[in-house]
Protein backbone atom coordinates (compact mmCIF):
# COMPACT_ATOMS: atom_id res chain seq x y z
CA UNK A 1 0.00 0.00 0.00
CA UNK A 2 1.69 3.60 -0.99
CA UNK A 3 0.37 6.38 1.37
CA UNK A 4 0.86 9.02 -1.81
CA UNK A 5 -1.62 7.26 -3.48
CA UNK A 6 -4.68 7.23 -1.03
CA UNK A 7 -7.24 9.43 -0.94
CA UNK A 8 -7.15 12.93 1.62
CA UNK A 9 -10.27 11.56 3.15
CA UNK A 10 -9.81 7.77 4.58
CA UNK A 11 -12.68 5.17 5.61
CA UNK A 12 -12.20 3.61 8.87
CA UNK A 13 -11.59 0.34 7.35
CA UNK A 14 -8.87 1.81 5.04
CA UNK A 15 -7.11 3.50 7.58
CA UNK A 16 -7.14 0.23 9.39
CA UNK A 17 -5.55 -1.27 6.72
CA UNK A 18 -2.64 1.31 6.77
CA UNK A 19 -2.30 0.44 10.65
CA UNK A 20 -2.54 -3.37 10.09
CA UNK A 21 -5.32 -3.34 12.80
CA UNK A 22 -8.51 -5.08 12.72
CA UNK A 23 -11.46 -3.53 10.91
CA UNK A 24 -13.82 -3.74 14.75
CA UNK A 25 -10.09 -2.05 16.43
CA UNK A 26 -10.36 0.81 14.29
CA UNK A 27 -13.84 1.24 14.67
CA UNK A 28 -12.98 1.15 18.73
CA UNK A 29 -10.19 4.00 18.81
CA UNK A 30 -12.52 6.19 16.13
CA UNK A 31 -15.48 5.86 18.44
CA UNK A 32 -12.96 7.21 21.32
CA UNK A 33 -11.75 10.20 19.73
CA UNK A 34 -15.43 11.23 18.74
CA UNK A 35 -16.32 10.45 22.42
CA UNK A 36 -13.01 12.06 24.19
CA UNK A 37 -13.27 15.04 21.66
CA UNK A 38 -10.43 14.39 20.50
CA UNK A 39 -8.31 13.36 23.44
CA UNK A 40 -8.07 9.76 22.57
CA UNK A 41 -7.90 7.27 19.70
CA UNK A 42 -7.84 7.79 15.91
CA UNK A 43 -8.28 11.13 14.71
CA UNK A 44 -11.18 11.51 12.34
CA UNK A 45 -14.00 13.35 11.67
CA UNK A 46 -17.75 12.80 11.03
CA UNK A 47 -19.52 14.28 7.73
CA UNK A 48 -23.33 13.78 8.20
CA UNK A 49 -23.23 9.64 8.76
CA UNK A 50 -20.19 8.65 7.65
CA UNK A 51 -17.01 9.04 9.71
CA UNK A 52 -13.56 9.61 8.24
CA UNK A 53 -10.02 9.83 9.04
CA UNK A 54 -7.89 12.63 7.24
CA UNK A 55 -5.20 11.06 5.62
CA UNK A 56 -2.87 14.07 7.13
CA UNK A 57 -4.31 13.71 10.97
CA UNK A 58 -3.40 9.81 10.63
CA UNK A 59 0.07 10.59 9.40
CA UNK A 60 0.35 12.93 12.01
CA UNK A 61 -0.81 11.17 14.94
CA UNK A 62 1.51 8.09 14.19
CA UNK A 63 4.13 10.65 14.29
CA UNK A 64 2.73 11.74 17.74
CA UNK A 65 2.68 8.19 18.79
CA UNK A 66 6.39 7.33 18.01
CA UNK A 67 7.41 10.44 20.05
CA UNK A 68 11.23 10.93 20.49
CA UNK A 69 11.62 7.07 19.07
CA UNK A 70 12.42 7.81 15.74
CA UNK A 71 15.32 10.35 17.24
CA UNK A 72 17.08 7.54 18.51
Known sequence: MDLDTLPDMLRVEEAAAVLRISRS????EVAAFQRTGGAAGIPSIRIGRCLRVPKRALLAWIDAQLGDFDAA
Open 25 to 28: RAYD
